[in-house]
């Protein structure tokens, strides 16, 4: 699992380079957004809860089949289920976006999900809706919280949805 930092080392090291003009203004911009960052995830980690909750009733209301007898959230286990994933796409976004890399999601996320997913019928593209939802939501806590520097927490949600809806493909 690699960080912004670290994984500029390795970068470097392959090569056996010093940290050149480049690098320095990498880590300097990932330095910089720090304190926002950590900001940011503090917001999500008070409100998580709330933020799953209220992202999954908005998803239901856009697609409200996902709960209906046919559909895959129906049954209380596999709503539970969902509302789990949301969380785990939410918690572990506060984790990419602190370590300023999206490694842990391919790591701890991504890797086989789409396989697994199609083999029990989770339709993908409901469940990049709820990933934005969710992105939308932090966002708009996150600014009121005072912090200005938003556009932060695009990449590990856009992330996850574009590795997850690419490769549906
Ligand atoms: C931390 C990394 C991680 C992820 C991401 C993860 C996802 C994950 N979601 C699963 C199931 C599931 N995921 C959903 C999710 C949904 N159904 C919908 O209609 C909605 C679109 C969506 C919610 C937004 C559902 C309903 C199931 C249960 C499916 C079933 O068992 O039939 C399963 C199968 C095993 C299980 O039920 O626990 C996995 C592995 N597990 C992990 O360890």
């Known amino acids: 699992m690699r960080d912004a930092v670290t ?3 390795k970068n470097y ?3 056996g380079r010093y940290l050149d003009r480049d ?15 950590v900001q940011a995830a503090a917001v999500i980690n ?21 709960i209906r007898p046919s559909g895959n959230a129906y049954t209380t286990r596999r709503y539970a289920a969902c509302l ?6 939410l918690r572990y976004a506060s984790y990419a976006l602190v370590a300023g890399n999206t490694d842990v999601l391919d790591e701890r996320v991504l890797l086989g999900l789409r396989e697994t997913y199609n083999s029990l019928g989770v339709p993908i593209g409901p469940t990049v809706t709820g990933i934005q939802i969710m992105k939308e939501l932090v966002k708009n806590q996150v600014a009121e ?14 992330y996850m949805t574009r590795e997850l809806a690419e490769k549906n493909i």
């Open 23 to 37: 690098a320095i203004d990498t880590l300097k911009s990932y330095f910089d957004s720090g304190i926002a960052r």
């Open 7 to 9: 994984s500029l080392i």
């Open 13 to 15: 090291d392959v090569t």
């Open 145 to 158: 919280a005072g912090i200005t520097n938003t556009s932060l927490l695009d990449q590990p949600f856009d």
């Open 46 to 66: 008070a409100n998580a809860a709330a933020i799953v909750k209220q992202a999954a009733s908005r998803l239901f209301e856009e697609i409200p089949e996902l």
């Open 84 to 89: 789990r994933d949301m969380d785990y796409y």
